[in-house]
């Protein structure tokens, strides 16, 4: 069940569309540090995880780091039902500004094209990337990203 990429591997940029119709690519976030959330409006363990996400997002989004212009999260919602999708960022309050949707067109989540690409095949799933567009961590904890996030701190 583990993705397709691992620690050390560039990301292949993807485009898409945020859920207030902007125009997305990954490789505009190139200079950050990013967190890719794939999740679900119809996982538990996912919607459960979204308070602390905000917490760190709020935490950290404006910071001042060394080497970094920032750091941002992006949500991949892998989903059947944009509608729902969309209820729960709202029901949760995930106020980050890029928020996709890979909507699968079959009746399997997994057959979506983002979650395809990076091999996904249950969720959560996350990978924090660096500045240069490589995964860092597979799957890291939130007490992980942080720890990343405070070594890069200017003081």
């Known amino acids: ?40 409006s119809w996982c538990g363990p996912c919607r459960k995880q979204n308070p602390d996400l905000l917490k760190l997002y709020t935490t950290y989004r404006g910071a001042n780091y060394i080497g970094l212009k920032g750091f941002e999260i992006v949500s991949v919602g892998v989903e059947q039902d944009a509608d729902q999708w969309e209820k729960a960022i709202y029901s949760d309050a995930i106020n980050w500004p890029y928020h996709i949707l890979d909507l699968a067109t079959s009746l399997r989540f997994f057959d979506s094209p983002i979650a395809k690409q990076f091999g996904v095949k249950q969720i959560p799933t996350k990978y924090l990337i660096n500045e240069y567009g490589q995964i860092i961590k597979v799957n890291p904890t939130l007490a992980e990203v942080e720890e990343k996030l405070i070594t890069r701190l200017r003081n």
């Open 1 to 40: 069940m583990k993705p397709k990429q691992s620690t050390g591997e560039e990301v292949k940029n993807f485009s898409a569309v945020t859920l207030e119709g902007q125009p997305f690519e990954l490789s505009k976030l190139r200079g950050q540090m990013v967190l890719l959330d794939f999740w679900g």
